[in-house]
T-cell receptor
Framework: DTGVSQDPRHKITKRGQNVTFRCDPI?????LYWYRQTLGQGPEFLTY????????KSRLLSDRFSAERPKGSFSTLEIQRTEQGDSAMYLC??????????FGPGTRLTVL | DAKTTQPTSMDCAEGRAANLPCNHS???????VYWYRQIHSQGPQYIIH???NNETNEMASLIITEDRKSSTLILPHATLRDTAVYYC?????????????FGTGTRLKVLA
């Protein structure tokens, strides 16, 4: 197992377009997290899954954002009608509920 | 809302100890302090964590003050590869629903 993977690594889109990101957690990790990181800031929590259930959503997650984790394996994060303020690094992490969260390399979104 | 404050940047000579401070004066009694680091264009990587007692592992030591309002991460012999942004984090929540509250991090530059 090579860790948490995210796809794509980079995405450039025009304002108003929809984008979808994918996260593949470490196998057997039942917890999955999404974070957003803007330039010069630390990551900010967006949402959390335990298996397929989405248990918590940050107020940062507006109604244009939706996340799913069908079958409790990979997860997708969709942003509808993108805005320039959505430009950021989107990080995914997974864990077993133990000591640490394992982060993926992130997807860098640029909205023009 | 950030629960930690850290200096924006620090320099350290290669081979010397790097001491990175963090204030978390509003931390609650059951909230752990975590440290992660982020090397450019990668996801954050776990370093160490603690609740009340000082902790040491193969990467670093964590010193937590008795009142738990501040802590210091110590890299005993810094190398050039330790150049990164170091995040002091408070883990909030209850069992099964933990999430990290990141600060803005300290950019550590190790100088040859």
């Amino acid at each position: 197992d090579t860790g948490v993977s995210q796809d794509p690594r980079h995405k450039i889109t025009k304002r108003g377009q929809n984008v979808t990101f994918r996260c593949d957690p470490i196998s057997e990790h039942n917890r999955l997290y999404w974070y957003r990181q803007t330039l010069g800031q630390g990551p900010e929590f967006l949402t959390y899954f335990q298996n397929e259930a989405q248990l918590e959503k940050s107020r940062l997650l507006s109604d244009r954002f939706s996340a799913e984790r069908p079958k409790g394996s990979f997860s997708t994060l969709e942003i509808q009608r993108t805005e320039q303020g959505d430009s950021a690094m989107y990080l995914c992490a997974s864990s077993t509920g133990g000591v640490e969260q394992f982060f993926g390399p992130g997807t860098r979104l640029t909205v023009l | 809302d950030a629960k930690t404050t850290q200096p924006t940047s620090m320099d350290c000579a290669e081979g010397r100890a790097a001491n990175l401070p963090c204030n978390h004066s509003t931390i609650s009694g059951n909230e752990y302090v975590y440290w992660y680091r982020q090397i450019h264009s990668q996801g954050p990587q776990y370093i160490i964590h603690g609740l009340k007692n000082n902790e040491t592992n193969e990467m670093a030591s964590l010193i937590i003050t008795e009142d738990r309002k501040s802590s210091t991460l110590i890299l005993p012999h810094a190398t050039l590869r330790d150049t990164a942004v170091y995040y002091c984090i408070v883990r909030v929540g209850t069992s099964g629903t933990y999430k990290y509250i990141f600060g803005t991090g300290t950019r550590l530059k190790v100088l040859a």
